[in-house]
């Protein structure tokens, strides 16, 4: 991914996991702590979180919590998760993916306070916030204190773009009232979900937001000086990432998205595609910030990355997705456009899934639109008065500059 020259970086960013111990111990000194976390929870020196609370020898480390992809981060899209047994520690680890996405009060009842340290990619169907929202919730109704461990938001913390989930269409890819990319950190939407009344009921938890030192919100991770750590299977590096909140949309779609190669989200197509054609179609959108070229590709079962993904063994003809301009990235808006020239260029066979579609956009409108073949300009466009209003909402809970 091509970007503007990085900035130097002599002091690299701390974490709301590194100030935890130091700036910020008495919110967990004497307490029995749950921890909802995964492999991604790490200080800068690159001891888990688990282990640092652990060893802190202030608390108890009670319950241990994983959303999708597990503890371990190593388990592929959308396969329920067991629970277990943390055997260094003896504490129980819950799943919250599967069967059970909230933690009941059973699960909680050996915990005083609820830790969470989870990298976020910034995008709103990235079921790690809704997961973080479920338990906060959870924590609400039991009256347990809830301390949210900020990171980056790797694409920025600038801007915000995608329709606002409607109500109806509220699911774990989509729990929240907001757009795709909110441009906020994860203690930042926290502190909006629960100050804006989202939780269930109107309730509100008793939130802290351990902040991070030396975050700007222009900064890309790589510009933050922290490692970057893959926080699920196929998020392999800051630039799927960047591109993702566009074009995680091809999966409600006949499209493959990469699944199965070692480029998922920035490449897609199938059998049937005629990438030249594909092309000409997308030549007619002002699409900024990326080059886009023919590619051909296979997806394969990638065991712990991907499992039977959509046209495994065969080869798919479609496009290729280069990052140029990050800074000029619109992912939504280019995503929207590539699929609206896949069904320009291939109408009888680029087809919608249209509940997981549905989902995904959090919008009725924007399937519909596609099918209809309206220009992605003008698709998104129908979202600037809800995006007007979430900016309203967003404006006053910015804690970095």
């Known amino acids: 991914m091509k970007s503007n020259p990085l900035r130097t970086i002599t002091r690299p960013v701390r974490t709301g996991a590194d100030r935890l111990l130091d700036a910020a111990s008495g919110l967990i000194e004497g307490k029995r702590i749950g921890l909802l976390t995964n492999h991604t929870g790490r ?238 179609q997308l030549s007619r959108f002002d699409v900024r910030g990326v080059k886009v070229t023919p590619e051909r590709f296979t997806p394969r079962d990638i065991p712990g990355t991907a499992r039977q993904p959509k046209f495994e063994g065969r080869e798919c003809r479609g496009i290729r997705i280069e990052i140029v301009n990050r800074d000029a990235l619109k992912p939504v808006h280019v995503g929207i456009s590539v699929l609206a020239a896949f069904k320009r260029a291939h109408p009888e066979d680029m087809l919608f899934d249209s509940m997981r579609f549905d989902l995904l956009a959090g919008n009725l409108q924007v399937r519909e639109d596609l099918e209809l073949g309206a220009p992605p300009d003008e698709i998104c466009a129908a979202w600037e008065s809800g995006l007007a209003d979430f900016s309203r909402i967003r404006s006053g809970y910015l804690m970095y500059e």
């Open 43 to 280: 200080l800068s020196n690159g001891n888990s979180t688990i282990e640092a609370i652990a060893r802190a020898g202030i608390c108890r480390l009670t319950a241990l919590f994983g959303p999708e992809h597990g503890i371990a981060g190593n388990t592929p899209d959308g396969i329920a998760i067991a629970g277990g047994v943390e055997t260094r520690l003896g504490a129980p680890v819950f799943s919250l993916y599967g069967d059970v996405q909230k933690p009941t009060p059973d699960m909680l009842k050996e915990v005083d306070v609820l830790v969470c340290d989870i990298q976020d990619v910034g995008a709103r169907f990235y079921t790690y916030i809704s997961t973080i929202a479920l338990a906060m919730e959870a924590a609400a109704e039991s009256g347990i204190p809830v301390v949210i461990l900020d990171r980056p938001n790797p694409i920025r913390g600038l801007s915000f773009e995608g329709p606002v989930c409607q109500p109806s269409l509220k699911s774990l890819v989509g729990w929240m009232p907001i757009p795709i990319t909110t441009g906020l950190t994860l203690g930042e939407l926290c502190k909006v979900c629960n100050d804006e009344g989202w939780l269930d009921g109107g309730r509100k938890a008793n939130l802290h937001v351990v902040l991070m030192e030396r975050w700007r919100r222009s900064m890309w991770y790589d510009e933050t000086g922290l490692a970057w750590i893959p926080p699920s299977p196929n998020m392999p590096t800051l630039a799927t990432a960047a591109i993702y909140p566009g074009m995680c949309l091809v999966e409600g779609t006949s499209l493959s998205e990469g699944r199965g190669t070692s480029d998922p989200f920035l490449i897609a197509g199938a059998p049937w595609a005629d990438p030249e054609c594909v092309l000409g």
